[in-house]
């Protein structure tokens, strides 16, 4: 009592002492019933004091309430007094004054402190307690009153309600009340319950006792006047409804007529859009309800499809009614029936029979495929799908569907060391013939090198004099080579092996045979340097070296290398050569200024491509008369044949002018309403193509020729429409149906022997019309967004404009949008999964020419031909005195394409001990590319990195000093030459078959692994292990590293980059931090080193984890563009593809290793080389080293398998 004596409540003072008093006197009386009866006396005192402090109350202000809410023992008191006291009138005065209290403006803050004390319990039990009928509706509504205002502070109100048995009351109050005359009242009872549905529990419950028909009623004798009350009733069907169960009573009820109307009547009167929040509850409500069959028959029957269809042209151009065009698309399309593709079957009709393997089922074989190939396949039907369609590219991702694990016997491909042969330190040595490097230097001595020169010059005379007759100048002399000696007498790595098995003894014959020539040029070439040719002399002395007699023929002085091969040059260099600055690299040229400006673009790179820069049209059909794809081709693409030039232009994203992917999907609504006025003329079909080729389509010849240019101008007769073709290298389109006079939907073909992954598409189109609008319309696409919805383009080649001198591939199209359709995708391609449906990619192009040929492809194609040209071009044009380059087969694929190995160093200074030995123990650097053959933006960034290591600059030759690089340009030739877009030939995903891969499924993976685990026991790990790809829902270039702190493990040791003191060698963070401040492009928030359980079967973890390359990574470049840096809003490009390898390769010199120094690089005039200030680190950190990545890249880099961007394609 003393305590409310000295409480203030705001007021006079003798305010405050008489209602203090008062609230003394409602303590006293707060008595239980069973301990003590109140007289007729004591209640009329409660009453009398509850009056006094309502009147109080009343006078006060809105600071007097506020502190009389915040003082708890006055709150306390009459929250006990509702408890303990039921006598209706001290009962309607207590509530009263809480009514009072509260307010009806900015009441947040008084109702979360009467929350914090408890009222919201008081009141539920008050309401339980007095549902009675003789109970006031005034009451009634009073309570409702301060329990609406009490649950929006309250997160535990639905729970608390069903606890106290309040459901009941309000349901049955509300029910008792739905005629015009008393819903007026029903405010506060409706919010409540509204408050009630939040809980899912609740609005089950709510759901089964009527509530659905109740609200209906009452929406029905709502005057239209009273919005606010009606938008209450629409919003608490609207959570009711979320349920299938109450969406079903909805329908059976009739509500979708009355919600149909009432949409188009609140249309037609809501004409000052004031109410837009109204008219979308009852959308939504339409939303949950068209998720039945019922419900969507129910708006097809009630008319809603041409009611919404029509509101919504007409509102079609108000920006603020987009959320209603939105919802109301979705209704449309919901209510449309699904249709399957217009297709024959999910997989197209061309097969590839796939060799017998004892050690592995294919796991994403298709039934019809498995059945071809006499597999039958014990798996679970209900999920047959080996991948996540949504989850492509290397990300994060904890809902990816777990892929199908065939079992053959007592063998399931959970255990990684089954399944496939187990390999022996035997069986490694075949692949010691793959590091020439090692294999053609010998250690010599002085004097026998000097005899063994003069014996190989003097026999090659002989063998000159007496093969060639002599002819011309019977004394001139060929020009000798200063290359190696091949010496294969010492085994590989030293005395760790003995004699490599025969395979590799086979090889060795044919490379002595090869390299014989280059013997007889190092022996000129060091005979050369001791002067040995010079005024006729032909002998030297062999201790002195000086010449003791001449031959009586004249010998002319040997051409210089340098004249004779033209040295490679990056074309990154060629612009500095022009300015006469040949010996300094372009990044010394530029500053972070110039950088910026993107000097790639800037000045068009115009040197970098020139008629000798690419093969002749014979050599290349020659090429590709040695590819060898599952179906025929009927062409050679123009692209590939004659090469591309990178556009010399900056090519700014797209930016979509508001309202286009929704007019495109009304688009779409309108084709299924007046179905009637489409065409539906099929102008390609692959599939028939297939069929009527027969066995020939699968066994015969390609035809290798291209008549492009003479197809220009001339219109394909008879038709008049356009000309679709894919039957060429990497082409991917398997049908064209012309919708409407300018309109086609195209269909993918899936992978080979698959049923799924259509993404990557690339196609020939002709007979167009210059000036017209041509829409087309991809429909079988399976991921839910796409960088097509933020700024990407797809990329088209013209032949008209090449003839005209602009080989370029440009980005093109307009509207472009990505969005869900209506068609339904196969259970057996969603894994079992009912109702999901494809995606449609839709963009527009105006042709700037008549009767072209045009090539429209999903990103910059690179093909097995061109890397094979490509090859040869680099072979052919490095300069071999100064470059130690080896192309290398090292398997065959499975349809018997060549999968290369490269070998780029340098030589060592000279063939003595310490120097053979410091070339041997140079580390290696490991490359690898193309898995995923639709990933042809990583190929690119692999050409700048092969081009820049063999071209002639600063950093290129630091690099082969430092380095000894082993590339695999493309590890998916199969899957590259026929179209797919993630899978080889036997339909699986080969970055998942690293732990466990087959020598005659998975040839390329296995013996690339192969190659890596010979170097790991012959304790030559490579440095660096980056597999190079291409990222579909990213923008910028960054990479995916290893990081046991991140592992999904919780105690990851198995590793490389735990330490013996149980630390992390944080080693990994090195190369990404040196590539953010060097490379353009390149994003190091993008980047991640968490290891996921989901990706241990990829090359990155498994050469991490089994090979123990500390620094494994994979590269992800965007087929977008960039969103930061020099490049913020542009397209990637050729160009920046190109020159993201070359600084990829660059920053390889910044790694410092415990095991070793990178060379100090050095200018004309002796000085160390510094690099630009966008290249550079700190000074005392000029290379980088572990502790400089340690110190300034953080930890808390996360790999989120959705783009921060990437919603569901429903957003418009």
Partial sequence: MAELKGTSAGGSGSSHMKVAAHFQVLEKMNVPSAVR????????????????????????DKPGREVMVKNTLYVQSLLTTLETHKDIDVCRTIVTIFVELIGKLNTGSRCSQLV???????????LARESKPDVPNEFMVQIH?????????????????????????TLAFIRNHTHSTAVRNLQPVLTVLKSYANNAINASYLGKNGAINTLFKIISNINKKNAVMTKTALDTLVLLVKSKSNSARAVGYGGVPILIQMYAEWHRLDTKNRHISLRKSLLNILKHVSNLKSGRQAVIDADGVRVLYKICEDIMDVRELESLIFIASLVLRKCFPRQKLPANATKTTLLYKLPESEFHVPQGLSKDAALLNGITLNVDTKDDDDSSLDNDDDLSSDDEIEPTKPVLGNFSLDRPDEGSARRTL?????????????????????????????NILLNRVSSLTASEGLKGNPHSMPDLRSTKYTHFSEPLFGNTLDSAPSTAGKGRTKASYTYRKDEEAAATARLEKKEVCEGGASAVNLKTGQPVFSLDFEVNSPTSNKSRYKPLVSPFEHKSKAKGKASKSTDSLLDMDDLRSDPLLDEGDDSEFSADDWVKPAD??????????????SKVAYP????????PKREPLYERKFGVQRAKIFEDIDRLINSEELLNRVVYDFDAIVKDGGDEFHGGSSYYANHDVERLGKPVTPYDHLHFNSLFESGNLRKSIQIRENEYDLILCPDVNSNHHHQWFYFEVSNMVAGRRYRFNIINNEKTNSQFNFGMQPVMYSVQAAVNGEPYWARAGTDVCYFKNHLSRSSQVTGGVRGKLYFTTTFTIVFPHSYDVCYI????????????????RWQHSIDESAIYFRNQVLCQSMSGNNVNVLTITNYPSSNSKEAVEQFRNKPYIFLSCRVHPGESNASWVMKGTIEHLLSDSKEAVALRQTYIFKIVPMLNPDGVINGNHRCSLSAEDLNRRWMVSCPRLHPTIYHTKGMLQFMRHMQRTPLVYCDYHGHSRRKNVFLYGCSPSQSWMTDDVDNPSVLSDKSEDYGYKTLPKVLSQTAPAFSLSSCSFTVEKTKETTARVVVWRQIGVVRSYTMESSYCGCDQGPYNGLHINISHLQHMGRKFADALLRLKSRHFKVTELTNEDGKPLAFSAEDSCPADNQYGDDDYAEDNLSDDITDDDDDEELDDADVL
Wanted: glycine share 4%; net charge neutral; aromatic share 12%.
């Fill in 857 to 872: 492809a999903y990103h910059y194609p690179y093909t097995y031909t061109s890397l094979q040209c490509q090859l040869s």
């Fill in 620 to 633: 290349f059909y020659d090429m590709a008369r040695k590819t060898n794809s599952v179906g025929r081709f």
């Fill in 116 to 126: 914090t004390q408890g009222a919201t319990r008081v009141f539920l039990h008050l």
């Fill in 426 to 454: 035997e069986d490694l040595r075949m692949y010691e013939q793959f590091f020439p490097e090692v294999l053609d230097i010998e250690v010599k001595d002085t004097l026998s090198t000097q005899q063994d020169d003069l």
């Fill in 37 to 60: 009866t109140l007289s007729s006396d004591d209640l009329q005192q409660v009453r009398h004091a509850a009056n006094r402090i309502l009147t109080y109350i009343m006078s006060q």
């Fill in 640 to 647: 590939d044949l004659h090469g591309s030039k990178p556009i």
């Fill in 145 to 169: 009153y301060v329990l609406s205002k009490l649950a929006l502070k309250d997160r535990k109100f639905g729970v608390k309600a069903r606890l106290s048995q309040a459901l009941p009351v």
